[in-house]
């Protein structure tokens, strides 16, 4: 059973950093997307960056130039470094992986989540 385990949210005042961690657990074979999502209260789910096996990035308007999405693939885990933080990027910070498990011999491709973060920005 394959686990996505998010840390290093945290409360940290406006203008500062913090760095979020997704390591994954379980018989992963191939890992195709990383990607960070969020949800403040009231409001929809929606996508922070995303990365590719084959390195392409995408960032949502309101982070680019703030915060970057990294992969490292021997550990299979993902980052997300935020910085210049602001009080509306407070929120519950969701890992996302789509991936494939090795069941026996063969290969299963699915889409998992983390359990969030908490990021609070706030003075």
């Known amino acids: 059973q394959v686990q996505l385990v998010e840390s290093g949210g945290g409360l940290v005042q406006p203008g500062g950093s913090l760095r979020l961690s997704c390591a994954t657990s379980?018989?992963?074979?191939?890992?195709?997307?990383w990607a960070w999502y969020r949800q403040a209260p009231g409001k929809q789910r929606e996508m922070v960056a995303r990365v590719t096996s084959g390195g392409n990035t995408n960032y949502a308007d309101s982070v680019k130039g703030r915060f970057t999405i990294s992969r490292d693939n021997a550990k299979n885990t993902s980052y997300l470094q935020m910085s210049s933080l602001k009080p509306e990027d407070t929120a519950v910070y969701y890992c996302?992986?789509?991936?494939?498990?090795?069941?026996?011999?063969?290969?299963?491709?699915?889409?998992?989540w983390g359990q969030g973060t908490q990021v609070t920005v706030s003075s």
């Open positions: 996302y992986s789509e991936l494939t498990t090795r069941q026996g011999l063969r290969l299963l491709r699915g889409d998992y």
């Open positions: 379980g018989s992963i074979s191939s890992i195709y997307v």
